[in-house]
Antibody, heavy 121, light 107 residues
Framework: EVQLVESGGGLVQPGRSLRLSCAASGFTFDDYAIHWVRQAPGKGLEWVSGISWNSVSIGYADSVKGRFTISRDNAKNSLYLQMNSLRAEDTAFYYC??????????????WGQGTLVTVSS | DIQMTQSPSSLSASVGDRVTITCRASQSITTYLNWYQQKPGKAPKLLIHGASNLQSGVPSRFSGSGSGTDFTLTISSLQPEDYATYYCQQSYNITLTFGQGTKVEIK
């Protein structure tokens, strides 16, 4: 069974940093692209970033470009999101989502349960 | 970025009703269009990919159609478990974008 478990969320002050992790199991992690998708409380879905199986192809939403960095460690079956210079508008549930292809199909057929990031002073 | 616009934003329907949700892209995305269902407090679930391909395990009452800029998600006979919010999402552009969502409520 595919499992994606996010961690690292919490309350952080504006301007500070946070690192999210996603632990994957139940599939061959290094065969697939993985993404981060976020959802502000009561709002819609927003793609944040995605990374190919070999970390060669990486993309970011304009709203986080230059502040967030996605990475993966295939040996540890883990995905990361380093979030710097956090803003109040980054407050959201952050989901780890599996792509059905290694490079990028660009849709999400398995999702984690999400981790909440709250940016507030 | 490609803008995705769903209509309506919400609708009320009864069990057994046929429900149609539309999604329009700001430019042609051929058939790179996907649909998700989200229930309160849960992660989204993939229903349809490639505009019309039913994801494994999804009931056949769900169907998708369209190409270019205009797409439709249809629920042929609404069931109690279908009350949820539905999102379209384009995968044509490297920057992926979602529609704003359509909430399907009980009439």
């Amino acid at each position: 069974e595919v499992q994606l478990v996010e961690s690292g969320g919490g309350l952080v002050q504006p301007g500070r940093s946070l690192r999210l992790s996603c632990a994957a199991s139940g599939f061959t992690f290094d065969d697939y692209a993985i993404h981060w998708v976020r959802q502000a409380p009561g709002k819609g879905l927003e793609w944040v970033s995605g990374i190919s199986w070999n970390s060669v192809s990486i993309g970011y939403a304009d709203s986080v470009k230059g502040r967030f960095t996605i990475s993966r460690d295939n040996a540890k079956n883990s995905l990361y999101l380093q979030m710097n210079s956090l803003r109040a508008e980054d407050t959201a549930f952050y989901y780890c989502a599996k792509d059905p292809m290694g490079v990028r199909a660009g849709y999400f057929h398995h999702w984690g349960q999400g981790t909440l990031v709250t940016v507030s002073s | 970025d490609i803008q995705m616009t769903q209509s309506p934003s919400s609708l009320s329907a009864s069990v057994g009703d046929r429900v149609t949700i539309t999604c329009r892209a700001s430019q042609s995305i051929t058939t790179y269009l996907n649909w998700y269902q989200q229930k309160p407090g849960k992660a989204p679930k993939l229903l349809i990919h490639g505009a019309s391909n039913l994801q494994s395990g999804v009931p056949s009452r769900f169907s998708g159609s369209g190409s270019g800029t205009d797409f439709t998600l249809t629920i042929s006979s609404l069931q109690p478990e279908d009350y949820a919010t539905y999102y379209c999402q384009q995968s044509y552009n490297i920057t992926l974008t979602f529609g704003q969502g359509t909430k399907v409520e009980i009439k």
